[in-house]
């Protein structure tokens, strides 16, 4: 069908929108807790910002970046991830001479890869990332948060928090050809991708998930051998405020993340609820990446997670979350009560906060329209006909549970309204 959408970009529909509010509205209270500020930045940003900050050889710049050629031939793309598009602005806009930066960030971003269940080529993520902070502290923090943000949505049991340190550059760099060596000797038994990373960004072939290679990647050289005595320290403080803090956690030294801009800590929040795809989120520290982006050094630390895969993890541990059904329902008889009903339903709105009343606002029969009622899950009826008109009043009819129907005016359905609410 012509008008279908594209493949691996989804809609949203009313019946899943709750859920997505849920997390949002969770997301907020707690960046809000912590200090964090909103940052929006645009969709569309120059290639080159991608190409250099995530790195030329890695997979989504290769493979996965929608990049295309304006009508002036300038090279720009969709943001396949925001962390570069943050730092960018942070730059642009002297953020970054303003002391201890915290923002977050959500929104769409925008991948070439195969679709699968958790997995889009429009996808959402929400991030936090921290400019101005060298210490582990900073780090624990972001990690504490999302702990809190887990036990906000009730997946705190099915989460499991894997951490490692990737070092310095010049560290990182000694180990990296330590690493050609070490899988040059033995290159017939890497795959396609890994062969073809092996010079280019050869620290992914560790997160390899290929089990024939994996007797070989458990007997590559560590990273961890390469480390200065200022890395060392990084790491072991990192890992004492933790259990400091009480959260537990293991150390995987094979966890790499898939971008160039990291440097000492990473870390992931990964489930077995999933299937294959098992990180829930991730980030680390990338203090480089703000002066490869001809900005002023600046220590910098963040983390994202993927909404589409936490909403599928939150409903696998709690599932279907549907939409709250209204408190009433109002019912409207004659023709002069369908004149008045909507005007007497907004006075209800205006005088009853968090009200949730649905108008029936399309006519019918009396039956008919408490039919409608009953479907939409509604406590009450309220039920507007000629008398009522006449006497200023509205029958109240429960439609779930014990009670009475009744004849109110607008004070007294006001306030059986605010009960409703109240006991909701």
């Excluded at 493949?7 to 997390?23: F, T, V």
């Excluded at 210490?135 to 999302?146: D, K, P, Q, R, S």
């Excluded at 007797?215 to 403080?237: D, K, M, N, V, W």
């Amino acid at each position: 069908m012509a008008t279908n959408s594209l493949r691996g970009m989804h809609d949203i529909l009313p019946s899943q929108s709750r859920a997505w509010q849920q997390l949002e509205r969770a997301v907020r209270e707690l960046m809000r807790g912590y200090g964090y500020g909103e940052i929006r930045t645009p969709i569309l940003e120059k290639t080159a910002l991608f190409a250099r900050g995530i790195g030329e050889a890695t997979d989504i710049v290769e493979k996965e970046m929608y990049a295309f050629d304006d009508r002036n031939g300038e090279s720009i793309a969709m943001r396949p991830e925001n962390t570069a598009g943050c730092v960018r602005a942070a730059i642009q806009h002297g953020l970054l001479g303003q002391g201890l930066q915290r923002v977050w960030y959500s929104g769409p971003m925008f991948r070439y890869e195969r679709p699968q269940k958790g997995r889009y080529r429009q996808f959402h993520q929400i991030g936090a990332e921290v400019y101005g902070a060298a210490g582990a502290a900073i780090e624990v923090e972001l990690i504490l948060m999302t702990a809190r943000l887990w036990r906000a949505l009730g997946i705190e049991d099915v989460v499991s928090l894997e951490l490692n340190s990737l070092g310095t550059l010049e560290e990182r760099q000694a180990y990296r050809e330590s690493l050609v060596a070490y899988f040059s000797e033995d290159v017939a038994l890497l795959d396609e991708d890994s062969q073809r990373r092996l010079h280019t960004n050869p620290l992914r072939i560790l997160d390899s998930k290929n089990p024939e290679m994996q007797p070989l990647i458990e007997a590559a050289p560590r990273l961890h051998q390469y480390f200065g005595e200022a890395s060392t320290a990084h790491f072991e403080t990192l890992q004492a405020m933790l259990n400091e803090a009480g959260l537990h956690f293991s150390v995987n030294p094979r966890l790499v993340r898939g971008l160039d801009y990291y440097s000492h800590t990473v870390f992931e929040w990964t489930t077995d609820k999933l299937g294959s795809q098992s990180a829930v989120c991730g980030g680390g520290r990338y203090d480089g990446l703000v002066t490869l982006l001809e900005g002023k050094s600046s220590p910098a630390v963040g983390w994202a997670i993927g909404m589409e895969r936490l909403l599928e993890l939150v409903k696998v541990v709690r599932g279907e979350s549907s939409n709250q059904p209204p408190h009433a329902y109002f019912v409207a008889i004659g023709e002069q009560a369908e004149r008045r009903a909507l005007s007497v339903a907004e006075q209800l709105r205006d005088r009853v906060p968090g009200l949730r009343l649905w108008s029936n606002a399309v006519g019918g029969s009396f039956k008919a329209q408490f039919k409608r009622a009953d479907k939409s899950g509604a406590a009450l009826a309220l039920v507007l006909g000629e008398q009522e008109v006449l006497d200023g009043t509205l029958t109240v009819k429960p439609l779930r549970g014990d009670g009475e129907q009744c004849v109110l005016d607008m004070n007294q359905t006001v306030e059986r309204l605010v009960q409703q609410i109240a006991g909701d």
